[in-house]
T-cell receptor, first 111, second 112 residues
């Protein structure tokens, strides 16, 4: 059972505009939600995380929002840059340290 | 630190052969994860260890897959016998407790 779902396999935006990547989860018993970015032929790299006790975390151009009532989180990238083109994985980690991910969303930022 | 090191980077093998993937986690990390990436299933957790002990192997697809972590600095994922549907990119990741995981560059496995 996939407890983290990324329903959009791909997203295309123009450079300078906002990119919004979405993720839904089915179980609230987790401490952390994380976003990873993956370029082709490389391993995923950590981008940003949010604790379940918060509803927003910001790091430069990247902001993650957590809506616990809707069991939904989103990653906002503003402004989007061509170098942001990658696959983004939403993950969640509970008290047991188990770290699971969604299927990923491929973001393409067009110049 | 060199990061998580996986070997080999690429592996091509014939169906029925045994395949062993290797991982050296970052020193001081006490959790180790094995993932498989495919188009259909995304980044799928196979097994993870905490302090060298397997905690959850519910993601291991079948008995042909096995993983070991004999010490804090080494882990293996073995497939025996391998099948074409095992072709994928396999990632190893490690983390400290309550911290983000760092991934290796992956092993691209092709079973023909």
């Amino acid at each position: 059972d996939q407890q983290v779902k990324q329903n959009s396999p791909s997203l295309s935006v123009q450079e300078g505009r906002i990119s919004i990547l979405n993720c839904d989860y089915t179980n609230s018993m987790f401490d952390y939600f994380l976003w990873y970015k993956k370029y082709p032929a490389e391993g995923p790299t950590f981008l940003i995380s949010i604790s379940s006790i918060k509803d927003k975390n910001e790091d430069g151009r990247f902001t993650v929002f957590l809506n616990k009532s809707a069991k939904h989180l989103s990653l906002h990238i503003v402004p989007s840059q061509p170098g942001d083109s990658a696959v983004y994985f939403c993950g969640r980690q509970g008290g047991s340290e188990k770290l699971v991910f969604g299927k990923g969303t491929k973001l393409t930022v067009n110049p | 630190d060199a990061g998580v090191i996986q070997s080999p980077r690429h592996e091509v093998t014939e169906m029925g052969q045994e395949v062993t993937l290797r991982c050296k986690p970052i020193s001081g990390h006490n959790s180790l994860f094995w993932y498989r990436q495919t188009m259909m299933r995304g980044l799928e957790l196979l097994i993870y260890f905490n302090n060298n002990v397997p905690i959850d192997d519910s993601g291991m697809p079948e008995d042909r897959f096995s993983a070991k972590m004999p010490n804090a600095s080494f882990s293996t994922l073995k497939i025996q016998p391998s099948e074409p549907r095992d072709s994928a990119v396999y990632f190893c990741a490690s983390s400290r407790e309550r911290a983000e995981a760092f991934f290796g560059q992956g092993t691209r496995l092709t079973v023909v």
